[in-house]
């Protein structure tokens, strides 16, 4: 019952730094790993850092996606691959065909190969390639949130019918991914929200799922007591333009809390140039006090928590929601919305305000900013919190038991 898996773990883009499915399997991986299991992380582009003791393998692909190349031609001779034609043809008319590409490349690869593995799993790409090699090995997928969500809100958040059309367009490939989950037999989410929203949206049976909260990476994310707060700083992790991330509402809310306090928020990474988040600062004049770091390293990052006195997490919608985790390690107080699975990492240790509600953001800021005990009783309960109930080898013991439960299910 204790024996060793040969775990093979599939990630079709992996950023190791930014985004929850990237830091899942650089540390998801890692942590089977160190419970000695033979563990093969296959992946596209961008490097996941995988540490040594984890097999890597990374596939070719057009890697449109690149920002230091984006969207780019590729050459004929590319397009001589009939997988890179398809990836190109969709990506033309405005899909993200990714996931689906990237899974014919991986059953290339393991035909090729010949590899064999006690379990296969899947990191949300779920592409018809996946449904494929479920009928000949032991297959287990993460779900980490349901992508109709997002659909939903960035259909929602715009006028324009011509803008409505490019969402469900890019969207699109949540009809392949809805129709491979409800195959699979068994399904790995992060939170119980996102199993009930997942389950709902999906129309999956709950008994399919195990739920299993991801951990936070506490030798990267931790307090740094030497640092001097600013009262008066603010920072969020998110400078996406993306509706679901709720930048607007916290924008909003900052125009308010100025009238009051002079505050400044800093804003990890930088905005779409001319986009909502650009125009909206604009239109509220409050460029002066708003900060964005561009692209920094980790050490950098784990400063900018530091000085700050409050993060604020605005998201309208998580499926685990990372972010509060991490501000939480480094021992800042948060205030973050209850959408989605955000008070599951929550708990009592941070300030829950509605989604998308401005003015109730900007009442929990000054509240919270007024009330430094109240900020030390969060800050204490957060770090708390995440070193008992989020480790990663927590996540990896219960992954395992997930593994065995579906390889015992499949034989």
């Known amino acids: 019952m204790n024996s060793s898996l040969k775990i093979g773990l599939i990630s079709y883009r992996s950023n190791p730094h930014c985004g929850g499915q990237g830091v899942y399997i650089r540390h998801l ?5 160190d419970l000695g299991h033979d563990v ?3 992946a596209g582009p961008p490097d996941p850092m995988i540490n040594n003791n984890v097999k890597l393998t990374m596939l070719e692909t057009l890697d449109l996606y690149n920002p230091e190349d984006l969207f780019r031609t590729p050459s004929l001779t590319e397009l001589r691959n009939p997988i890179n034609l398809i990836e190109w043809l969709d990506i033309s008319t405005l899909g993200f065909p990714e996931p689906l590409t990237f899974g014919m490349r991986v059953k290339q690869y393991l035909k090729k190969t010949k590899k064999k593995y006690d379990i296969i799993h899947d990191n949300q790409s779920l592409s018809y390639s996946i449904l494929s090699l479920a009928r000949r090995m032991p297959v287990i997928a993460t779900i980490h949130h349901p992508m109709t969500v997002d659909r939903r809100l960035a259909v929602q958040s715009t006028k324009s019918f011509l803008k409505k059309v490019k969402a469900l367009r890019w969207y699109s490939f949540i009809i392949v991914q809805k129709y491979v989950a409800q195959r699979l037999s068994s399904i790995i989410t992060v939170s119980k929200t996102s199993k009930k929203d997942i389950a709902k949206e999906f129309n999956i049976p709950e008994s ?5 909260p991801i951990g936070i990476d506490t030798t990267s994310f931790y307090p740094m007591e030497t640092i001097k707060r600013d009262p008066n700083r603010i920072i969020v992790t998110n400078s996406a333009d993306t ?3 709720g930048l607007y509402h916290l924008l909003y809310a900052v125009k308010n809390v100025l009238k009051i306090r002079r505050v400044k928020l800093i804003v990890i990474g930088s905005p779409k140039k001319n986009g909502g988040i650009e125009n909206l600062i604009k239109k509220l004049d409050i460029g002066q006090y708003i900060e964005f770091t561009g692209r920094i390293d980790h050490e950098q990052f784990v400063r900018e928590y530091a000085k700050a006195s409050i993060a604020v997490i605005p998201s309208l919608y998580e499926g685990f929601g990372l972010p509060v985790g991490e501000a939480m390690a480094c021992r800042i107080p948060v205030i973050c919305t209850t959408g989605g699975a955000l008070p599951e990492v929550a708990g009592d240790a941070a300030k829950l305000v509605p989604p998308g509600n ?10 919270l900013m007024d009330d430094p005990s109240k900020q030390e009783e969060l800050a204490q309960k957060g770090y708390n919190r995440v070193l008992k109930e989020f480790t990663w080898e927590k996540t990896a013991v219960r992954t395992v038991q997930a593994y065995r439960d579906s390889i015992n299910a499949y034989h």
């Open 29 to 33: 991986s890692h942590a089977l790993s």
């Open 243 to 245: 509706p679901l991330k």
């Open 208 to 212: 399919r799922f195990s739920t299993i």
């Open 40 to 42: 093969e992380v296959i």
């Open 358 to 367: 401005a003015k109730a953001l900007e009442k929990a800021i000054l509240e």
